[in-house]
C-alpha cells in the first residue's frame, strides 16, 4: 500500500486524518466488544441456572406424571389433558443490550387455575394437580430458556462480529496506514534534502559567479590604471 501512495504533504495529512480516526475507532470497538463480552458472562451465567432449573423440573414433571399415572391410570391422565381448552400464548418483543437486538419472550395461559384446567375437581386427584402443575412451570421455565439461549446466540454473534472489526483495524487497516506515513515521512525528508543540497549547490555556484566578476572587474580596474599611468 504504502509506494501506491504520492509522496505529498496533502496525501500526508490525508493519512493522518485516517489514522487518528481508525485509532478511534478501534478504541471504541474494543470498548464495545469488552462491554459485550461482560454482558455475555451474565447471559451465559444466567442460561446454565435456567438449564438446572429445566432439567430439575423435567425430572419433577415426569415423576408427577408417572406417578399421576400409577395411582389413576392413563386413560384418567388422558382424559384430564384432553380437556384442556386454552393453550399457552407466546408473543416476542425487542430488547437492545449494547446495540444488540435480542428477543424478550412473554407467555401468557401457561399457569392455570383447576376451573382453567378445564377437567374440574370431581373425578380427579391431587396427583394430577401436581403433574399439571410441575408441567406448567416446567413450560414457563423452556420458554424462559428459550430466551436466554437466543439472546445469547445473539450476543456472541455480535461479539465476533466486533473481533473481526478489531482485528482488521489493529492487524491489517492501521499498520497499511502506519507504513503509509512513514513511507511519505521518509519520502518528504529526502525530498527536502535534496531540495537544501540543490539550494546550497545554486547558492555556492552564484557565489563562485559573483566572486569571478568581482575578480575580473578588479583586473578590468588594474589594466586601466596601469594605461593610464603609462600615458
Known sequence: MAT???P??????AIEDRIELSEQGHDTLEKKRDGLIM??????????????????????AQRAINMARAMEG???????ASALTEH?????ESMNIMGVVVPQ???????????????????????????????EELIETIILAAEVETAMKEMLEEIEKTKRRVN????TLLPDLYEAQEYIEQKLEEQER?????????????????????EAEAEEADAEEAALADD
Do not use: H
Open 74 to 80: 392413563d386413560v384418567a391422565v388422558r382424559g384430564a
Open 39 to 60: 454482558e455475555f458472562m451474565d447471559i451465559l451465567d444466567q442460561a446454565k441456572d435456567v438449564r438446572e432449573n429445566v432439567d430439575d423440573q423435567y425430572e419433577r
Open 168 to 171: 482488521a483495524l489493529e492487524f
Open 105 to 135: 419472550i412473554e407467555s401468557s395461559k401457561v399457569k392455570k387455575s383447576l376451573g382453567e384446567r378445564g377437567y374440574g375437581v370431581l373425578g380427579t386427584s391431587a396427583r394430577i394437580d401436581e403433574a399439571a402443575d410441575a408441567y
Open 8 to 13: 505529498t504533504r496533502k496525501n500526508l495529512m
Open 194 to 214: 535534496e531540495e537544501i543540497f540543490r539550494m546550497k549547490k545554486i547558492k555556492a555556484k552564484k557565489e563562485e559567479q559573483e566572486r569571478e566578476e568581482a
Open 88 to 92: 399457552p400464548e407466546i408473543t416476542t
Open 4 to 6: 501506491d501512495v504520492k
